[in-house]
């Protein structure tokens, strides 16, 4: 069954860091635009980062520019978000999800999940001391 698992959340002191990733499995990820979406209770879901399937090219929102790093190891068939200096406004749930071939800005903006080619289960982040 081909789908997106994410790991790597957990409960950490604000100013730490986590690294999330998100490893497909039965598809190639070579040819997809991946992206990071979170959701606090109460509040809508974000898009937090993006990545192009092409050129490498990226997206941030404002609230995580300078602290979150996404990459991708097609290699590995896993994108990973790099967070670090973590805020207690960063505690959410974490989904990446996966469209073939588009832009970073379409892949980022937050759509109802069957609007993305695949959408994971997410991890759980709290940033609490």
């Known amino acids: 069954q081909a789908q997106l698992v994410e790991s790597g959340g957990g409960l950490v002191q604000p100013g730490g860091s986590l690294r999330l990733s998100c490893a497909a499995s039965?598809?190639?990820?070579?040819?997809?635009?991946i992206g990071w979406f979170r959701q606090a209770p109460g509040k809508e879901r974000e898009g937090v980062s993006c990545?192009?399937?092409?050129?490498?090219?990226?997206y941030y929102a404002d609230s995580v520019k300078g602290r979150f790093t996404i990459s991708r190891d097609n290699a590995e068939n896993t994108v990973y978000l790099q967070m670090n200096s973590l805020k207690p406004e960063d505690t959410a749930v974490y989904y990446c999800?996966?469209?073939?071939?588009?832009?970073?800005?379409?892949?980022?903006?937050?759509?109802?999940?069957?609007?993305?080619?695949?959408w994971g289960q997410g991890t759980q982040v709290t940033v609490s001391s």
């Open positions: 039965g598809f190639i990820l070579d040819y997809y635009a």
């Open positions: 990545i192009s399937s092409s050129d490498g090219s990226t």
């Open positions: 999800a996966a469209i073939w071939r588009t832009t970073v800005q379409y892949m980022c903006v937050p759509k109802p999940p069957e609007q993305f080619d695949f």
